[in-house]
């Protein structure tokens, strides 16, 4: 898409947590009046952010390496495994689950 000819649009949210105006992902309107996203990142300390802490720990029992990473976020904690297996060459990642 070409943005030589589009129109940017300012959308601001009204966020009831904190009772101010946010602005929302900013849109263009561009090529036959096609709505196009763009999505600005924010730092990891931004106030918007939950700024989670990590802990990895690693572990080794004979062929099988396992990486564990809890994510702390609030009082809400996180757990991720990586098993590497050097016999078969295989890695096993698991899905983020709550404990």
Same mark, same amino acid.
Request: charged share 20%; proline share 5%; net charge negative.
């Given at each position: ?6 129109? #940017?649009? *300012? ?9 101010? $105006?946010?602005?929302? #992902? ?9 709505? &196009? ?8 300390? &931004? %106030?918007?952010?939950?700024? #989670? /802490?990590? %802990? ?14 809890? *994510?702390?976020? &609030? /009082?809400?904690?996180? *757990? *991720?495994?990586?098993?590497?297996d050097s016999s078969d060459n295989s890695v096993t990642v698991s899905a $983020?689950?709550?404990?």
């Amino acid at each position: 898409m070409s943005y030589e000819n589009s129109k #940017p649009v *300012q959308v601001l949210l009204y966020d009831v947590a904190d009772k101010k $105006w946010v602005p929302a #992902p900013r849109y263009r309107v561009g090529f036959n009046n096609i709505l &196009d996203v763009e999505i600005q990142e924010t730092n990891p300390t &931004d %106030s918007t952010k939950l700024n #989670p /802490s990590l %802990s990895i720990t690693e572990s080794v029992l004979g062929t099988v390496t396992t990486t564990t990473i809890q *994510q702390t976020i &609030d /009082s809400d904690v996180y *757990q *991720q495994t990586i098993e590497e297996d050097s016999s078969d060459n295989s890695v096993t990642v698991s899905a $983020w689950s709550q404990i």
